[in-house]
């Protein structure tokens, strides 16, 4: 597990799933920020790929955090 901020998201991410509400959509929108905001982008791409619905939030938050991490060409494909 990470330090700092990092570290108490992915532990926040266990629980989370250990209560099963890791299919609310709104809750995996604030994961995929969570996990961008923490610079770790594959986790959060990881969370979006494995969506079943997609909404506005989502994809803004995918792309926005693409774009602030200096992802420009994973931005615009998305």
């Known amino acids: 597990m990470g330090s700092g901020a990092l570290g ?14 890791h299919y ?14 923490c610079g770790a982008l594959d986790d959060a791409l990881f969370i979006f790929e494995s969506m079943q619905r997609r909404d506005f939030v989502t ?13 420009a060409q994973e931005a615009i494909s998305l």
Request: include cysteine; proline fraction near 0%; aromatic fraction near 12%.
């Open 8 to 21: 108490h998201g992915k532990g926040a991410h266990c629980q989370i799933i250990h209560m099963g509400f």
């Open 24 to 37: 609310y959509r709104h809750i995996e929108n604030a994961l995929i920020a969570m996990y961008s905001k």
């Open 59 to 71: 994809w803004n938050s995918m792309i926005a955090e693409y774009a602030q991490h200096g992802h």
